[in-house]
């Protein structure tokens, strides 16, 4: 059990470093401006359009780093600081958000699978901790409710893996578009990338992070079940 501890302690340091060196990248990057003067929602729109989509919507929403794409509306949602802005870290983030809507036409598996989960996760994870709780009180007398909820988090874990070929492959969409489409060139496409890349890491600490916490309950509940 002290080696699960140990696992979590690490998981968490990584993810405070990577989320901070993120905030790092971001913010420096964001000075950086295109030489063509392309805001982030101007550069989703024009990746949508040179692939033939124009049924998506580039939208800004509030906050900072809170880009998303919704499938079910079909809109790409852009934070403030990328929406408006003229950076290589906005055109990177744009394009990315940009490569989900990409994903998404064109069919591609590892998202279909995640959007198949979205509805799945979304209503186990409103029970998923009051019944692990419940079944670790009850361990010794209803053994069984503990695994239904550890299958309920199981579910949780598998959506954090899934994501991880999403964005890498919304990632590797993006970059080459900036770069096929002149929006990036030698003097700033390593600067894209390399946020981009540091996005990316954080998927990795949460999945991981989910991992370890999934083994923590199969690890009680073994133990449960061998007194």
């Given amino acids: 059990m002290a080696t699960i501890w140990i696992l979590f302690i690490a998981i968490a340091i990584v993810g405070w470093l990577v989320q ?6 971001f913010k420096k ?3 950086i401006p295109l030489r063509n003067g392309m805001t982030g929602k101007e550069v989703a729109e024009k990746m949508l359009q040179e692939n033939g989509i124009y049924d998506v919507q580039v939208i800004s929403t509030r906050g900072q780093l809170t880009d998303h794409y919704n499938p079910l ?13 003229y950076s290589v870290a906005a055109a990177a983030v744009a394009a990315h958000e940009t490569g989900h809507a990409l994903q998404h036409a064109k069919g591609y598996g590892p998202l279909k699978m995640r959007s198949a989960l979205v509805p799945i996760v979304s209503s186990t994870s409103k029970w998923v901790m009051w019944v692990i709780l419940a079944g670790i009180l009850m361990l010794q007398s209803f053994p069984g409710l503990l695994w239904i909820g550890i299958g309920m ?11 991880l070929p999403v964005e890498k492959n919304a990632t590797n969409r993006a970059l080459r578009w900036l770069s096929s489409a002149g929006i990036t060139d030698v003097s700033n496409h390593t600067q894209a990338e ?12 949460a999945a991981l992070s989910s991992l370890a916490t999934l083994l923590y309950y199969v690890m009680i509940a073994m133990s449960g079940s061998r007194r």
Wanted: aromatic share 18%.
């Fill in 194 to 205: 390399d946020a981009l890349r540091w996005a990316g890491y954080t998927y990795v600490v």
């Fill in 29 to 31: 990057y964001s000075r």
């Fill in 73 to 85: 509306k079909k809109t790409i949602n852009l934070s403030e600081p990328v929406y408006g802005s």
């Fill in 153 to 163: 988090f199981a579910l949780t874990t598998l959506f954090s893996f899934i994501t």
């Fill in 20 to 25: 901070a060196r993120l905030q790092s990248k």
